[in-house]
Each structure stands twice: as structure tokens, then as C-alpha cells.
């Protein structure tokens, strides 16, 4: 069969096409992180209603609460014109996903509860809290949720919070030498970067190139700052990383050696404490 020639418009139109595919493939992959990340949390939350439901004595099933939540399912999916079966498909398996998740929490109380009677109180202690923080999500499954927070409010508060722990009235004039530099801090797996600028005093979150970037995971970031790790061992070990301008950073890290942790106040030093524990305890037990 002799081939028809491609009419001029038809020609053109597989690159519109490929360019809105890949949009449209993009925009989905973002979609299906949110979906991800709002998942993790009915976790939490399924989590809390399989303990409760044990504490009460109630089986983990409850069939008349899984017809409430598919009866609503039905009706929020009719409002947005997605199809009635999809919801309820989504319903079977968000619901599966639950039980499973209760009945494995049931498996762990039941083993404790076996330990227990040849084990100290404080190992069930031990094993309720490891239990507990399993149930965290890891930081890279905040991201897609993160990514919905405005970067106006983001850097406010980061340079609320900043503000606070380096003021002149604690810190004297120790970052005076780095007046106008620019460092960049990325939280890689929260998928968050900002950039610094030491000037009037203050520290600025600025909208610049950065001269020089520390890189690390949020864990590792609150570790250092709360003083509970040092920043040679994080850079030996590749837990840190530093790109740029290598002596602008390690003049940073030189000042923030040498500036005492007890200049920040106190409310704060309590605060960094204890999230950095509480992030590494969680991180430990997400690994085992
Ligand atoms: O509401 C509860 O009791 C839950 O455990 C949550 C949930 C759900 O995923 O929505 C899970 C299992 C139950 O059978 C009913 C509902």
C-alpha cells in the first residue's frame, strides 16, 4: 500500500505531544508522592486506632465503621466524578493496608507480652517505645508533603528560628568575618535548601546562588546542631557533605566550633536535645 504524505500540522504535532506527556507524567509523579505521603499518615493514624481498639478488648475488623468509610468514599468520589468502583477499591485496599499493619502491632504485643515474664519491666518499656517509633515515617516520606509548604513561610521560620539561636546579645561578634557570605544548607532527604547570609548582625535567608553548600539528611543536620555529633566525624564519614567554596565552609564550621553551645538559649538547647534524640532513636529503629 503506497504511503499518503504527512500533512504539515501533523508533523508538528507528536513534539506538543511528547512536551504534554512529559508534563502530564511529571505532574503525576508529584501526585502519586502526595498520595504517598498522606498515606503515611492514615498510617499513623490506623496505627493509633488498632491500639485503642486492643485496649478495649474490640477485634481489629470493624465492619460497621468500614461501611461508614466506604459510604463516604462514594459520596466524596460522585462530588469529583471519579468512578464509584475506583473509590471503593482504594477503600478494600487502604483497609487491608490497616489490618495488616494492626495485626502486625497484635504479633509484637503478643511476643512482649511472652518476654515480658522472664524479662525486667524496663526491656517492655523498651520494646513498646522501639515499637512505637517504627511507626515514624522516615523524613524522605514528609518530602511530597513539605513540598505543599509555601517557601515565603518556610524561609520566615527558618529565619525566625536561626535568628533566635545565633542573636548578637548570645553570640557576640563570632560571625562578624563572614559578613556578606553566602552558605547553603540542603536537607536532602526533606528535599529542602535555603540559603544563608550573615549581615547587620542577623542571618538572612536569602534568594542567591550560595558560595558554598552543606549537604546532609535532617537527622544528621540536627545531630550536629544540637552538638550531639561533630562535624569531622560527619564529614568523615560522608554524612556531610560540603561543595563550593571548601573555605568558606570550613571557616563556618570553624566558628560554630568555637562558639559554645550554652550561648543559645536555653529553651532552645532543650528543644534541639531532644528532637535530635527523638530523630535518632526513630531513625535507628525505622533501620532495625
Ligand atoms: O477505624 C478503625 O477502627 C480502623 O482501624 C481504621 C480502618 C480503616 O482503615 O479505615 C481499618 C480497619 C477497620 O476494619 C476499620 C477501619
Do not use: Y
Not at 498510617?43 to 485496649?55: D, E
Not at 475506583?86 to 509484637?108: E, N, P, V
Not at 524496663?122 to 517504627?134: G, K
Not at 556531610?240 to 566550633?257: M, S
Amino acid at each position: 500500500m503506497r504511503q499518503l504524505p504527512t500533512p504539515p500540522q501533523a508533523r508538528a504535532a507528536p513534539l506538543a505531544s511528547h512536551l504534554l506527556l512529559a508534563c502530564a507524567r511529571h505532574g503525576i509523579d508529584r501526585v502519586d508522592d502526595g498520595m504517598l505521603g498522606l498515606l503515611a499518615l492514615r498510617r499513623l493514624m490506623s496505627a493509633t486506632a488498632g491500639r485503642q481498639k486492643r485496649a478495649l478488648g474490640r477485634p481489629l475488623r470493624d465492619q460497621a465503621r468500614e461501611s461508614q468509610v466506604r459510604l463516604r468514599a462514594h459520596r466524596c468520589a460522585q462530588r469529583l466524578h471519579v468512578s464509584t468502583e475506583t473509590a471503593d477499591s482504594l477503600a478494600s485496599l487502604l483497609f487491608a493496608d490497616a489490618l495488616r499493619q494492626q495485626s502486625l502491632q497484635d504479633a509484637h504485643a503478643a511476643a512482649r507480652t511472652v518476654r515480658s515474664e522472664s524479662h525486667p519491666a524496663s526491656d517492655a518499656a523498651m520494646d513498646r517505645s522501639h515499637a512505637l517509633l517504627r511507626l515514624i515515617p522516615p523524613p524522605a516520606r514528609w518530602r511530597p508533603l513539605l513540598r505543599l509548604a509555601p517557601t515565603p513561610l518556610r524561609d520566615r521560620l527558618v529565619a525566625r528560628a536561626l535568628s533566635q539561636a545565633l542573636s548578637p546579645a548570645h553570640i557576640g561578634s563570632a560571625l562578624d568575618d563572614i559578613t556578606g557570605r553566602r552558605l547553603g544548607i540542603e536537607i536532602a532527604d526533606l528535599g529542602q535548601r535555603c540559603v544563608l547570609e550573615w549581615r547587620d548582625g542577623h542571618l538572612h535567608v536569602v534568594d542567591a546562588p550560595a558560595e558554598a553548600t552543606v549537604r546532609g539528611t535532617a537527622t544528621d543536620l540536627l545531630l550536629l546542631a544540637a552538638r550531639l555529633e561533630d562535624a569531622d566525624t560527619l564529614f568523615f564519614q560522608r554524612r556531610l557533605v560540603l561543595t563550593g567554596d571548601t573555605e568558606l565552609g570550613l571557616t563556618v564550621r570553624n566558628l560554630l566550633d568555637r562558639m559554645p553551645f550554652d550561648a543559645m538559649p536555653l529553651a532552645l538547647r532543650i528543644v534541639l536535645h531532644r528532637g535530635a534524640r527523638f530523630a535518632r532513636a526513630a531513625r535507628e529503629a525505622f533501620r532495625a
